[in-house]
């Protein structure tokens, strides 16, 4: 044995990595039976959306979902459930920014009939488009000259691709 203090360092390494790669599996797991009703709500909304049901179908589609995440709220018990349930309400969030987007894209040819197709960015829109990097167009209201501004109407199926993503997310952590 050349030097005793680098062997007694590397044995002291080799057991912290193995204790920390095996930590994970030390903390309690997540209860799937807890949350089937919380996933099936989840569900729920996608395939009404991929159906193509109306907007008030999905509505109510999310607010189940939402109610079943409260439910959850002092049901999740470990921090991997915990991470699962916010996974769940960050879901949520973005199927309620294609729902605003879709509620602008209902109400906007009536305000703008010229502009079918497009979806007016108000106020509470712009926190969506800045979160997706939506490319605005400036508008020009002819009679006050007032600025403003849309972005096109398929910008909607980019929001849902990006709650398929997060069901991605959320099915990984359950398989954990």
Same mark, same amino acid.
């Given at each position: 044995m050349k030097n005793p203090r680098s062997l007694l360092a590397m044995l002291i390494i080799i057991a912290v990595l193995s204790f920390a790669c095996s930590f994970d599996q030390l903390e309690?797991?997540?209860? +799937?039976?807890? /949350?089937a009703k919380l996933n099936a709500a989840a569900l729920s909304? +996608?395939?009404? =959306?991929?159906?193509?049901?109306?907007?008030?179908?999905?509505?109510? +589609?999310?607010? =189940?979902?939402?109610?079943e995440i409260t439910a959850m709220n002092d049901l999740a018990a470990t921090k991997r459930e915990k991470r699962l349930l916010k996974a769940y309400s960050d879901l949520l969030a973005i199927y309620r920014d294609g %729902? %605003? %987007? $879709?509620?602008?894209?209902?109400? /906007?040819? *009536?305000?703008? !009939?010229?502009?079918?197709?497009? =979806?007016?960015?108000?106020?509470?829109?712009?926190?969506?488009?800045?979160?997706?990097? /939506?490319? &605005?167009?400036? *508008?020009?209201?002819?009679? &006050?000259?007032?600025? $403003? +501004?849309?972005? !096109?109407?398929?910008?909607? !199926?980019?929001? $849902?691709?990006?709650?398929?993503?997060?069901?991605?997310i959320i099915k990984n952590i359950t398989n954990y």
């Open positions: 309690p797991g997540i209860d +799937k039976n807890k /949350f909304v +996608k395939a009404s =959306i991929d159906a193509g049901a109306s907007y008030a179908q999905v509505i109510d +589609k999310a607010e =189940i979902l939402s109610g %729902l %605003l %987007l $879709w509620k602008y894209r209902e109400y /906007f040819p *009536h305000l703008a !009939p010229e502009r079918k197709g497009r =979806i007016y960015v108000a106020q509470d829109v712009e926190p969506i488009v800045a979160k997706y990097r /939506f490319s &605005t167009e400036s *508008h020009v209201y002819g009679p &006050t000259g007032q600025i $403003w +501004k849309s972005i !096109p109407a398929d910008s909607i !199926p980019i929001v $849902w691709n990006n709650a398929a993503d997060q069901l991605v």
